[in-house]
T-cell receptor, first 111, second 114 residues
């Protein structure tokens, strides 16, 4: 089993739709969590951090469920510009430090 | 402010040649990371440095890969000899801390080994 797993998609949604992605992680020692966005042929960029209490940034909401070991990203009122690959990232201390990126979920928003 | 700078942006070389990738982290960041991204394996952490010291190189695929950070503003990733399976995008990222801080990525070097 991979340490961080995501549904690769692609998710094809119309503009204005609400779409949700989940990401599961296997190591309970995981300490911090992020969602990154990566556009085609570009570098990953931080979308938002994920906190236990949940956090919202405009149309984007991230949640963490430590008991079930998953994080989620909800995008409301999706825009054409939201089309990208969304990567979940898990950082953990296992003696040293380890950062693991999920394989990414591809989103296409269509007019 | 300048972000993470990588050079070259594109590199095409022949099998057996030495390849050197370069990275300048964001000033003041004390963590530097080297990643490799391929369609098959996604984004993989190769090695990371803290205060110019290599901390974990367990992701380096084999002895043909080596990385150095001679000072706080410069790092290199070297592949010698290169092989076609090394073809990938190599990203450098820097951060002000390992666990809770955002990593800022450079634009990447697209390496093709023929």
């Amino acid at each position: 089993r991979k340490e961080v797993e995501q549904d690769p998609g692609p998710f094809n949604v119309p503009e204005g739709a609400t779409v949700a992605f989940n990401c599961t992680y296997s190591n309970s020692a995981s300490q911090s969590f992020f969602w990154y966005r990566q556009d085609c042929r570009k570098e990953p960029k931080l979308l938002m951090s994920v906190y236990s209490s949940g956090n919202e940034d405009g149309r984007f909401t991230a949640q963490l469920n430590r008991a079930s070991q998953y994080i989620s990203l909800l995008i409301r009122d999706s825009k054409l510009s939201d089309s990208a690959t969304y990567l979940c990232v898990v950082n953990m201390r296992t003696g040293g430090f380890k950062t693991i990126f999920g394989a990414g979920t591809r989103l296409f928003v269509k007019a | 402010d300048a972000g993470v700078i990588q050079s070259p942006r594109h590199e095409v070389t022949e099998m057996g040649q030495e390849v050197t990738l370069r990275c300048k982290p964001i000033s003041g960041h004390d963590y530097l990371f080297w990643y490799r991204q391929t369609m098959m394996r996604g984004l993989e952490l190769l090695i990371y440095f803290n205060n110019n010291v290599p901390i974990d190189d367990s992701g380096m695929p084999e002895d043909r890969f080596s990385a150095k950070m001679p000072n706080a503003s410069f790092s290199t990733l070297k592949i010698q000899p290169s092989e076609p399976r090394d073809s990938a995008v190599y990203f450098c990222a820097s951060s002000g801390g390992p666990i809770i801080n955002e990593q800022f990525f450079g634009p990447g070097t697209r390496l093709t080994v023929l």
